[in-house]
C-alpha cells in the first residue's frame, strides 16, 4: 500500500484544485445549515473524505473502473450506476435546498401566473428547511407513480424537527408563496379536493369512513409532504385582516377593529371576480372570448341568457361594451359556500373578518369568540393545549394566503392561516408556459419574473 507522501506527492495540480472547490462548497454548506444551530457543525468531521476523494484516495470509489479493459459488462453497469447515484444526489440537495420546479396546476393566481406556467421556485429566498422526512425518492412530493407500484414515496422516520435556515427575506404582501397545504395533513386518497376537513363538515366522518369507494382511504402526512400550493400573501404576522365586498383591508396591531385604521391593500391588475353576464340571447363565440382573455374552462353557460365568467376589471369593461350584453352582474357571495373556521362564524368569502394573523411570540387571551379562529393552530401546527379564559402563546409566525382569481380560489378564507414551517419558496421565474387550449408553448412567457 502506498505511503501517504507517495500519494501526495502522486496528486495532480487539478486534483488539488478539484478538492479545494468541493472543500470549499461543503464547508460553506455545513456552517449555512448549522447556523444559529452550531452542534451542526460536526458534520465538519467528514471534509477528509471529501478533499480525499480528489487526492489521497484511500477510498476508491472508481474501483469499477480498472475492469473497462478485461470485464466491459461490469464496468458498463458501474458507470450506469455510478452517473445515476450521482444524478439522484444532486438533484435531492438541490431540490431541498437551492430551487425546484412547480407547475400551476388551477387558475387561482390568473392572470398573474397562468395555468400551464412552469416556475424556477427558490427555496434560498426565504431559507431552505431542513427536511423532516430526509429519506424519500426524489422529485417526488408523496406518492410514488402508478408504474413504480404506488404507494408513500417517504419513509416516516427518521424524522427531524423543523428548522430553516438562513434566507434572504421572510414573505411580505405582495409576494406570491409556494407553500404546503396547511389542511393536507389529513387526506382522502380518491378524493383530495376538495380537503378532507371541507368534506367532513359538509358530508360528515361517518360518510366518509364508511364508503372508501368514494373517498378513499384516509392518510396522514408530514409538513413536507403536503401538497404545494400557490397563492400571493396578503397579510403577514402581525397584522389585521378584514375582506369587504371583495377588497382586502390590513392594519398592522390587533389593539382595535376602528375603520379608520384599516388600510385598503393595492389591488394587482390581474385580480378576476365571478361575474353573470346577461345578454339577449346572443352565443359569444370562441374567437371573441378567446380575445377578451377568457379561457375555455372559464366558459360557462347558465341558461340561453347568461354567462358565468371571471373577469378583471378590464375584461369586464370590455364585455359591457358588447351590444348583446345587457347587464354584467357579480356572482351572488352565498355561492361561495361556507369559510373558516368552518361553522362557526357569519362570514362570506366576500365579506371576511376581523381576523388577527398570529406572530411568533404573541400572549392572546382566548375567548368563546376567538377560541375557533385558533384552536387549529394550537392542535395542528403547534401541538399545545389551548383552554378559552387563558393567555396563549404563539410559536411560529403565521400567514394569510390568497388567489388573484378571487371567487375561484381555495385560499385562507377557506383553511385558516399558513404557518411559517409550511412555506417553501418564492417563485422567481417562468421557464416553460404551455397554453392548454391551444396545444401550444407561450413563447412570450418564457423567462417572465412571477409577479410580485
Same mark, same amino acid.
Given at each position: 500500500m502506498k505511503s501517504f507522501k507517495e500519494r501526495i506527492n502522486e496528486t495532480t495540480r487539478g486534483g488539488w484544485i478539484r478538492a479545494g472547490i468541493?472543500?470549499?462548497?461543503?464547508?460553506?454548506?455545513?456552517?449555512?445549515?448549522?447556523?444559529g444551530d452550531w452542534k451542526s457543525l460536526g458534520w465538519l468531521a467528514l471534509l477528509p473524505l471529501v478533499i480525499d476523494m480528489f487526492t489521497t484516495k484511500y477510498i476508491n470509489y472508481s474501483w469499477w %473502473?480498472?475492469?473497462?479493459?478485461? &470485464?466491459?459488462?461490469?464496468?458498463t453497469l458501474f458507470s450506469w450506476i455510478d452517473a445515476i447515484v450521482f444524478a439522484l444526489v444532486a438533484v435531492y440537495f438541490i431540490n431541498l435546498y437551492i430551487f425546484q420546479n412547480y407547475q400551476i396546476p388551477s387558475s387561482s393566481l390568473e392572470k398573474s401566473l397562468?395555468? @400551464?406556467?412552469?416556475?424556477?421556485?427558490?427555496?434560498?429566498?426565504?431559507?431552505a428547511r431542513v427536511p423532516q422526512t430526509p429519506l424519500s425518492m426524489p422529485l417526488v412530493q408523496h406518492t410514488m407513480p402508478e408504474w413504480l407500484g404506488g404507494g408513500k414515496s417517504y419513509l416516516d422516520w427518521p424524522h427531524w424537527e423543523y428548522k430553516r435556515l438562513k @434566507?434572504?427575506?421572510?414573505? $411580505?404582501?405582495?409576494?406570491?408563496?409556494?407553500?404546503?397545504?396547511?389542511?393536507?395533513?389529513t387526506v382522502c386518497t380518491k378524493m383530495q379536493n376538495p380537503d378532507y376537513y371541507t368534506l367532513k363538515y359538509y358530508y360528515g366522518d361517518g360518510l366518509i369512513q364508511s364508503r372508501k369507494d368514494v373517498f378513499g382511504e384516509i392518510v396522514t402526512r408530514p409538513v413536507d409532504r403536503r401538497e404545494n400550493y400557490v397563492k400571493r400573501c396578503v397579510g403577514e404576522p402581525g397584522?389585521?385582516?378584514?375582506?369587504?365586498?371583495?377588497?382586502?383591508?390590513? &392594519?398592522?396591531?390587533?389593539?382595535?377593529y376602528q375603520p379608520s385604521e384599516w388600510q385598503r391593500e393595492p389591488e394587482r391588475e390581474g385580480v378576476q371576480l365571478n361575474y353573470l353576464v346577461r345578454t339577449d340571447g346572443h352565443v359569444f363565440g370562441a374567437k371573441y372570448l378567446e380575445k377578451i382573455g377568457i379561457s375555455i374552462a372559464d366558459r360557462v353557460q347558465v341558461d340561453p341568457q347568461t354567462w358565468h365568467f371571471p373577469l378583471t376589471e378590464a375584461m369586464k369593461a370590455e364585455m359591457e361594451k358588447n351590444p348583446h350584453?345587457?347587464?354584467?352582474?357579480?356572482?351572488?357571495?352565498? $355561492?361561495?359556500?361556507?369559510?373558516?373556521?368552518? @361553522?362557526?362564524?357569519?362570514?362570506?368569502?366576500?365579506?371576511?373578518?376581523?381576523?388577527?394573523?398570529?406572530?411568533?411570540?404573541?400572549?392572546?387571551?382566548?375567548?368563546? *369568540?376567538?377560541?375557533?379562529?385558533? &384552536?387549529?393552530? =394550537?392542535? =395542528?401546527?403547534?401541538?399545545?393545549?389551548?383552554?378559552? @379564559?387563558?393567555?396563549? *402563546?404563539?410559536?411560529?409566525?403565521?400567514?394569510?394566503? $390568497?388567489?388573484?382569481? %378571487?371567487?375561484?380560489?381555495?385560499?385562507?378564507?377557506?383553511?385558516?392561516?399558513?404557518?411559517?414551517?409550511h412555506i417553501v419558496g418564492r417563485p422567481v421565474f417562468i421557464w416553460l408556459s404551455i397554453d392548454k387550449d391551444n396545444h401550444s408553448i407561450r413563447f412570450s412567457r418564457i423567462g417572465m419574473r412571477a409577479k410580485r
Open positions: 468541493w472543500g470549499t462548497l461543503y464547508v460553506a454548506f455545513v456552517i449555512w445549515v448549522a447556523w %473502473r480498472k475492469y473497462k479493459d478485461t &470485464k466491459p459488462a461490469l464496468y397562468r395555468v @400551464g406556467d412552469f416556475l424556477y421556485v427558490s427555496k434560498m429566498a426565504y431559507g @434566507g434572504w427575506t421572510s414573505p $411580505q404582501k405582495g409576494d406570491i408563496v409556494v407553500f404546503n397545504f396547511p389542511a393536507g395533513d397584522d389585521s385582516l378584514r375582506i369587504i365586498n371583495n377588497v382586502v383591508y390590513t &392594519k398592522p396591531s390587533a389593539v382595535s350584453v345587457l347587464a354584467v352582474e357579480i356572482e351572488p357571495e352565498t $355561492q361561495g359556500g361556507a369559510v373558516y373556521p368552518l @361553522g362557526h362564524n357569519e362570514w362570506t368569502r366576500d365579506n371576511y373578518g376581523p381576523i388577527y394573523i398570529p406572530r411568533k411570540g404573541d400572549k392572546i387571551l382566548i375567548t368563546e *369568540e376567538n377560541y375557533w379562529v385558533y &384552536k387549529r393552530i =394550537a392542535e =395542528a401546527y403547534e401541538f399545545q393545549p389551548m383552554q378559552i @379564559g387563558k393567555e396563549y *402563546e404563539f410559536r411560529m409566525d403565521y400567514y394569510w394566503m $390568497q388567489g388573484d382569481n %378571487r371567487h375561484n380560489s381555495a385560499d385562507s378564507r377557506y383553511w385558516g392561516f399558513v404557518p411559517e414551517d
